[in-house]
């Protein structure tokens, strides 16, 4: 079960992942934003669009590519972002970071899923292990 996010959240989050649509929404919420078409991602004068500085080439052009009609951008309103601060961004990673290892994927799954290299989610687990079941006894 995913976190619930609002509608435009959610669909990003469909696209790219639940950690790109946290980004935007941690660093754009309660703005409108425009999205433009994937083929002019990069604009005249070779600077970058926004969404490429905050989640990467790949994940711009797919999220854009979704919003698109009929070859043009649009403008989207950006809900503002769930969590409120940083730490709570980063706790709302860390918990569903921990229900996709409950549910036994595997660290290219998960990282797949919520938008993070493979290195983060092993440097999770390694800062984590051993903190995850509080019911469980200790041998000595």
């Known amino acids: 079960m995913k976190s619930k996010l609002p509608a435009v959240l959610q669909e990003i989050a469909d696209v790219a992942g639940e950690a790109a649509a946290l980004k935007i929404a941690a660093q754009h919420g309660g703005r409108r934003v425009y999205f433009p078409s994937a083929d002019r991602l990069v604009a005249?004068?070779?600077e970058h669009y926004w969404l490429i500085d905050c989640v990467g080439h790949e994940l711009a052009r797919k999220i854009c590519?979704?919003?698109e009609v009929d070859g043009r951008g649009q403008r989207i309103e950006i809900?503002?972002?769930v969590g409120g601060t940083y730490r709570q961004f980063v706790r709302q990673i860390a918990e569903r970071l921990h229900q996709l290892e409950d549910e036994g994927k595997s660290s290219t799954e998960i990282a797949r899923a919520l938008g993070l290299t493979q290195r983060t989610v092993h440097r999770h687990r390694s800062r984590h292990r051993g903190h995850k079941?509080?019911?469980q006894g200790s041998l000595f």
């Open 65 to 67: 590519k979704h919003f």
């Open 133 to 135: 079941n509080k019911n």
């Open 44 to 46: 005249v004068d070779g």
């Open 79 to 81: 809900p503002l972002h």
